[in-house]
C-alpha cells in the first residue's frame, strides 16, 4: 500500500509539500501519481512521474505543483504551491498501471 501525508490547512496563496511513502519496489515498479478527490466529485490524476522521472501534470497542476521522486528515501512528494480553495480535496498517492488499494489519503483544505 502507499501512504499519502503532509495535508492540512493552508490559506489561499500557500504551499505545501506532499509526501507518497511505500517500499522502494512499489515505489519503482511502476509510475507514481498524486490524485485528489474532492467532495462530490470523482478522484482524478494530479501528476505523474515514471521510473524514469519524467513528469505528467493535469492543467491546472501544471504551472503550481512539483512531483519529485527521492530514491534513496523511497519517497515520490507532491509540491503544491499557490494553492487555492478549489484544491482542497483529499490527496492519494498510487502506482498509475499496476494500482494498490487505496490508502486513507491526506486531507488539504485551503481557506483563509
Known amino acids: 500500500q502507499l501512504q499519502a501525508s503532509g495535508g492540512g490547512l493552508v490559506q489561499p496563496g500557500g504551499s505545501l509539500r506532499l509526501s507518497c511513502t511505500s517500499s522502494?519496489?512499489?515505489?519503482?515498479?511502476?509510475?507514481i501519481g498524486w490524485y485528489r478527490q474532492a467532495p462530490g466529485k470523482q478522484r482524478e490524476l494530479v501528476a505523474q512521474i515514471t521510473v524514469g522521472g519524467s513528469t505528467t501534470y493535469s492543467d491546472y497542476a501544471r504551472a503550481r505543483f512539483t512531483i519529485s521522486r527521492d530514491r534513496v528515501r523511497g519517497t515520490v512528494y507532491l509540491q503544491m504551491t499557490g494553492l487555492k480553495p478549489e484544491d482542497t480535496a483529499v490527496y492519494y498517492c498510487?502506482?498509475?498501471?499496476?494500482?494498490?488499494?487505496w490508502g486513507q489519503g491526506t486531507q488539504v483544505t485551503v481557506s483563509s
Open positions: 522502494r519496489s512499489i515505489l519503482s515498479s511502476d509510475i
Open positions: 498510487n502506482r498509475v498501471n499496476m494500482r494498490a488499494p
